[in-house]
């Protein structure tokens, strides 16, 4: 996408073929992460961007405004994918799930900058953040959701273990997507994370927490690759993100890189990953999805 004419960069430079707004929003995102939202200036935004720091405000309002931009792009596509995975009636509960968390992880591991670390900033509290808030109350819904659907076609056909180890089926969703944010955590303490291997041993885990067997796990991973077709949408990926395959970050080279513990390998061309633009959340104390406790900085 071209920039708009009129509006040239801090080089000067009209015809430079760069888009402003993600520009800005990927530049506040690897800093917000690194140096803390707090101590980040809309001035230090637009250097790391490459812009003037008037333009910033052609676009966006406030510092809060491009923070509420990125939090929503975490979620709202991750929410959609599991509207779309609640309306497929005929697949099985596990597979939905499985896709749902093999979806999630792969995001969570590809991003280029660890935005869910966003989520713990005490600024978040904000009534100015309340879309957010209510979009992940959402989401957590449609994981608890699918988690008790689950357990219910276990118990149906038999396949829990005894009574004392089922797992409660108000903790079933807490503990789904603890699992599948504990990615965030692995990435913030610097390990390497192979994306494809550990979204697979994820949504693997997230069946077996819940008592899967072995065949129902490998059948919810077959199953998975029909509802990739059947529930993909072509939407760009959000702020601050790429997505999970084929499309190279959004880096400039006037940027300083990222530090190691904000940066994860591309997932391997294997399984086909279901095409859920964009999210990075993190488990966060009564954050509204039911995660663990962690404790996570700001910087």
């Excluded at 402003?20 to 929003?25: A, E, N, Y």
């Excluded at 957590?140 to 076609?153: C, F, G, H, P, S």
Aim: charged residues 20%; contains cysteine.
């Amino acid at each position: 996408m071209g920039r708009r004419p009129g509006r040239p960069r801090a080089t000067g430079d009209p015809h430079e073929q760069r888009d402003t707004r993600q520009d800005v929003l990927d530049a506040a995102a690897a800093l917000f992460c690194t140096v803390g939202y707090a101590a980040t200036s809309t001035r230090a935004v637009a250097d790391r961007a490459g812009v003037r720091q008037a333009s910033i405000y052609h676009h966006f309002t406030s510092k809060d405004a491009i923070l509420l931009d990125l939090l929503l792009g975490s979620v709202r596509p991750s929410l959609e994918l599991a509207d779309r995975l609640a309306t497929t009636d005929d697949a099985p509960a596990a597979a939905r799930l499985w896709a749902l968390a093999h979806a999630d992880v792969l995001l969570l591991t590809t991003s280029p900058v660890n935005v869910g670390a966003l989520y713990l900033l005490p600024e978040v509290d904000g009534e100015q953040f309340a879309e957010f808030h209510a979009l992940r109350d959402r989401l957590r819904t449609r994981y608890d959701e699918l988690a008790a659907q689950v357990l219910a076609a276990l118990a149906a056909a038999g396949e829990t273990p005894a009574t004392d180890d089922v797992v409660a089926v108000e903790a079933a969703g807490p503990l789904v997507l603890g699992l599948v944010e504990s990615v965030i955590l692995r990435r913030r303490a610097g390990e390497r994370l192979d994306a494809a291997a550990v979204a697979r041993s994820v949504a693997d885990g997230v069946l077996r927490l819940l008592g899967g067997d072995a065949p129902t796990v490998e059948a919810a991973h077959s199953a998975s690759a029909d509802l990739a077709s059947a529930t993909t949408a072509a939407t760009p990926p959000p702020p601050g993100v790429q997505e999970p395959a084929e499309r190279a970050p959004a880096t400039a080279s006037d940027r300083a890189p990222l530090s190691a513990s904000d940066r994860a390998p591309l997932p391997a061309s294997g399984h086909a990953p279901l095409a859920t633009p964009g999210r990075a959340p993190v488990s966060a104390p009564d954050d509204g999805r039911g995660a663990p406790s962690v404790g996570v900085t700001s910087a």
